[in-house]
C-alpha cells in the first residue's frame, strides 16, 4: 500500500471501523455511526488510492477536503509526541574535541577553554507549524523549529538531517525516566513561546519572501496600468479645459463645466481603482500549529569555559552522534542561527551581534540580554537593527 492509504486504513481502524485491503489501491471500509458523520461516508464503502477506481469507489487524496476530514477524525492525536533513539550500537565520541569546538565556535571579543566532555541525553523539541499567506495568490507550507532544551541551543538548521534519520528508524520507543531524568527538567509552556515565537516570526518571513517579491511586482505593474489609463484621461480632460478658457464666456460656460466634472469623475475612479488594488493585494497570513515532538536523543556534551575581561562563565554545547553535527552556541538575545556570538561585559551573555548594536538615539551599546526592553542609558526604546528594518 502507499503511504496515504496505510495511513487511512490504520486510522480507521483505530477508529473503530472494520477495514479490509480489497487490492493494491482499495480498501472496503464498513464504518460505525461516529465515522460515517466524522468522515461523510455510508455504512460499507469502498475508498480508492489511484487515478484507476470501480464505478462505486471513492476517490481519496490530498486534493478536496480530505485531509479535514482525516484531521477531524485524528482530533488531537499526535500533535505531541515523546520519542527516545538509541542507536543499536554504541558511537564513539569525536576523536578531535577542539577542532569540532573551533568550527562551532567564534567568539570575537571573548576566549574559550575546552573542560571536558561526556555522554548523555538531551531533549529536543521539534516543532511543525503550517501557513497560509492569501493575497491576490495563495501560498502555504509548513515550517520546522528546533530547540535543545537542555542547552538551550536554536537546532532549527539540524532539523532536516533529525527528520532524515528519524525516517530511516522505524521502531518507535518511548523515553524511560532514566532518560527524562538525564535530559534535565522541561520548559514550561510561557518559555518555550517566548523562545519560539520571535524564531518563528523570522523563520515565516524568510519562507514567504519570494511570495511577497512576486506579490510585489504583480501590484506595480497593476497600479502602474491603472496610473497610465487615468493620467491619459486626465491630461486630455486638461487639455479641453485649456483650450475653452480661450474661448467666449457665453458658449463654453456649459462645455467648461462638463470637463470639470469629467475631471472629478476620472480622479474618483482613480481612487477607487486603488482602493480596489489595496483590498486585492491586502496580505493575509494564518500560521497554526500543528504539531511538537519532544525528541530525546544521545549526545555527547562539551563542558567551555567562555572568558571576558574578569569575568568568566561555563556553557554547554552537544555534539549529536546520530548526525555527526555539533549544535550551534547558545544564544540568549537574537535568533541564533549563526555560530558568531558575543560576550557582554556585566553579566556574560551571550548574544548575536545585532543584539549589541548601539543605542538607536544616544548611540552607547548595550546587551539586548540585559536591558531587553529600553537602553540603560537614555531610558529609550531601542531593538535589534535587524528587528527595527523588518517592521
Known amino acids: 500500500m502507499g503511504n496515504l492509504q496505510e495511513f487511512v486504513a490504520d486510522l480507521l481502524e483505530r477508529r473503530g471501523a472494520a477495514v479490509e485491503v480489497a487490492d493494491a489501491r482499495e480498501l472496503a471500509v464498513l464504518a460505525p455511526p461516529h465515522i460515517q458523520k466524522s468522515m461523510g461516508l455510508p455504512e460499507f464503502s469502498r475508498l480508492v488510492f489511484g487515478a484507476e477506481r470501480s464505478p462505486a469507489a471513492i476517490p481519496v487524496g490530498l486534493e478536496g477536503d480530505w485531509m479535514e476530514r482525516l484531521a477531524a477524525l485524528l482530533g488531537d492525536d499526535g500533535r505531541w509526541a515523546m ?6 550500537d554504541s558511537i564513539p565520541p569525536p576523536n578531535e574535541p577542539q577542532r569540532v569546538l573551533d568550527r562551532a565556535l567564534d567568539l570575537p571579543n571573548a576566549v574559550w577553554r575546552f573542560q571536558g566532555m561526556n ?15 492569501a493575497s491576490d495568490d495563495k501560498r502555504e507550507g509548513l515550517i520546522w523549529l528546533g530547540v535543545n532544551t537542555s542547552t538551550g541551543a536554536v537546532i532549527t538548521d539540524l532539523v532536516p538531517q533529525m527528520r532524515q534519520m528519524l525516517m530511516q528508524l522505524p521502531d518507535w520507543q518511548a523515553p524511560v525516566p532514566a532518560t527524562i531524568l538525564a535530559a534535565g527538567p522541561r520548559w514550561d509552556a510561557a518559555t518555550v513561546e ?55 464666456a457665453e458658449r463654453t460656460q ?23 488594488l489595496r483590498h486585492n493585494y491586502a496580505l493575509r497570513v494564518n500560521v497554526e500549529w500543528v504539531q511538537t ?62 543584539a549589541q548594536a548601539p543605542c538607536s538615539s544616544c548611540g552607547k551599546p548595550f546587551c539586548r540580554a540585559c536591558f531587553p526592553t529600553a537602553c540603560p542609558r537614555c531610558g ?9 528594518s523588518k517592521s
Open 380 to 388: 529609550q526604546t531601542s531593538p535589534m537593527p535587524e528587528e527595527r
Open 194 to 248: 517566548s523562545r519560539l515565537r520571535p524564531l518563528l516570526g523570522r523563520q515565516l518571513r524568510d519562507e514567504i519572501e519570494p511570495f511577497l517579491r512576486a506579490m510585489r511586482r504583480r501590484l506595480t505593474r497593476d497600479r502602474d496600468r491603472v496610473h497610465a489609463f487615468h493620467d491619459e484621461l486626465y491630461c486630455t480632460a486638461r487639455r479641453r479645459l485649456a483650450a475653452l478658457a480661450h474661448a467666449e
Open 83 to 88: 520519542r527516545e533513539v538509541s542507536p543499536g
Open 293 to 354: 515532538l519532544e525528541l530525546y536523543v544521545p549526545v555527547q556534551r562539551f563542558d567551555v569555559l567562555i572568558r571576558r575581561r574578569k569575568g568568566e562563565r561555563l556553557v554547554q554545547l552537544d555534539w549529536h552522534p546520530l548526525i555527526k553535527a555539533m549544535e550551534p552556541p547558545l544564544c540568549e538575545a537574537g535568533f541564533g542561527r549563526s555560530q558568531v556570538r558575543l560576550v557582554c561585559d556585566d553579566t556574560l551573555h551571550l548574544t548575536e551581534p545585532v
Open 254 to 276: 456649459g462645455d467648461r463645466q462638463r470637463e470639470m466634472l469629467r475631471v472629478q469623475a476620472i480622479e474618483r475612479e482613480h481612487r477607487a481603482k486603488l482602493d480596489d
Open 119 to 133: 555522554a548523555t541525553h538531551a531533549r529536543c523539541l521539534i516543532l511543525t507549524f503550517r501557513y497560509v499567506a
